[in-house]
Nanobody, 123 residues
Framework: QVQLVESGGGLVQAGRSLRLSCAAS????????MGWFRQAPGKEREFVAG????????YYSDSVKGRFTISRDNAKNTVYLQMNSLKPEDTAVYYC????????????????WGQGTQVTVSS
């Protein structure tokens, strides 16, 4: 089991950058595939990015590819989401999540979730 806590959200102007962090408890962090999801008001939770156990493989949604970068530091039990060239449509609550299998893009594929951090991008 793993507990996840996100941080780094906030209010930012369009075109600027923000980096989210997700700290995991426990000594099993490296055994999980990690992902970032987001949920805007009135919308379903959507996949943003995922990263393999060692961090050598990543995958993204088309809406953020080329602008967002997911990374992880297994020594620090932390996964990051670097968000560049932010747009107002990126406004959402961002969640990190842990899964056992690589490649899932749907929330049901992830067993553990953080509480979320709000990102608001103003135009």
């Amino acid at each position: 089991q793993v507990q996840l806590v996100e941080s780094g959200g906030g209010l930012v102007q369009a075109g600027r950058s923000l980096r989210l962090s997700c700290a995991a408890s426990g000594r099993t962090f490296r055994s999980y595939v990690m992902g970032w999801f987001r949920q805007a008001p009135g919308k379903e939770r959507e996949f943003v990015a995922g990263i393999s156990w060692s961090g050598d493989s990543t995958y993204y949604s088309d809406s953020v590819k080329g602008r967002f970068t997911i990374s992880r530091d297994n020594a620090k039990n932390t996964v990051y989401l670097q968000m560049n060239s932010l747009k107002p449509e990126d406004t959402a609550v961002y969640y990190c999540a842990a899964a056992s299998q690589y490649g899932s893009r749907w929330p049901g594929g992830y067993a553990y979730w953080g509480q979320g951090t709000q990102v608001t991008v103003s135009s």
